[in-house]
């Protein structure tokens, strides 16, 4: 069965520290992984995509790293500020090319809190 | 402004009295779907749909029902709804199934019903 999971389950960090979120999946054969940011009360909205050939991206403070050998993934997060407390949750989707499900598999996220 | 605009925010209801929760997106999107969001639990998708006609069940499909007519539009029917579904929902679109471009979120709709 396909499965993501995030660590830490929630996070408290000061305003200007940094920090590293993790996800560690099962989704084969692999297609992309997203990494979507949630404030209260609103929808995800995407922060970045990693495909198989992709090693790290940066998106602003944000940056995401894939091993698809070990699958795993981590988003890094430069200089907390408070806008930055969120959930964030990973999103991996599949390959149907190759009998794979396209049916994005959802993290449960990571809560992040920045106090000042 | 491109956006998935899903109506009402906030709805309470009784067991039982059917309720339909609208979604619709501008962006001349395929993929469409469902999801629920329960503490501790993060986002379980209940149905999606790769185009107008095509609706296909996700993870948590019990209870719940969906229509694609228009490209736009993918409404969430609960003919007899229970205590069990109440939670925070919210539908999203993206431009295929495969998913290469992000999902569009609406900003979800939260349901209590007693």
């Known amino acids: 069965k396909n499965q993501v999971e995030q660590s830490p389950q929630s996070l408290i960090i000061l305003e200007g520290k940094n920090c590293t979120l993790q996800?560690?999946?099962?989704?084969?054969?692999?297609?992309?992984l997203r990494w979507y940011k949630q404030d209260t009360g609103r929808g995800p909205v995407s922060l970045t995509i990693m495909t198989f050939s992709e090693n790290t991206k940066s998106n602003g403070r944000y940056t995401a790293t894939l091993d698809a050998d070990t699958k795993q993934s981590s988003l890094h997060i430069t200089a907390s500020q408070l806008s930055d407390s969120a959930s964030y949750i990973c999103?991996?989707?599949?390959?149907?090319?190759?009998?794979?499900?396209?049916?994005?598999?959802f993290g449960r996220g990571t809560s992040l809190i920045v106090h000042p | 402004e491109a956006q998935v605009t899903q109506n009402p925010r906030y709805l309470i209801t009784v067991t039982g009295k059917k309720l339909t929760v609208t979604c619709s997106q501008n962006?001349?999107?395929?993929?469409m779907s469902w999801y629920r969001q329960d503490p501790g639990l993060g986002l379980r998708q209940i149905y999606y749909?790769?185009?107008?006609?095509?609706?296909d069940k996700g993870d948590v499909p019990e209870g719940y029902k969906v229509s694609r007519k228009e490209k736009r539009n993918f409404p969430l029917i609960l003919e007899s709804p229970s205590p069990n579904q109440t939670s925070l929902y919210f539908c999203?679109?993206?431009?295929?199934?495969?998913?290469?471009?992000?999902?569009?979120f609406g900003n979800g709709t939260r349901l209590t019903v007693t």
């Open positions: 999203a679109s993206s431009i295929n199934r495969v998913l290469s471009s992000p999902l569009h």
């Open positions: 962006m001349n999107h395929e993929y």
């Open positions: 999103v991996v989707s599949g390959n149907s090319l190759s009998g794979g499900s396209y049916i994005p598999t």
């Open positions: 996800c560690n999946y099962t989704v084969s054969p692999f297609s992309n």
């Open positions: 749909s790769m185009n107008v006609e095509v609706t």
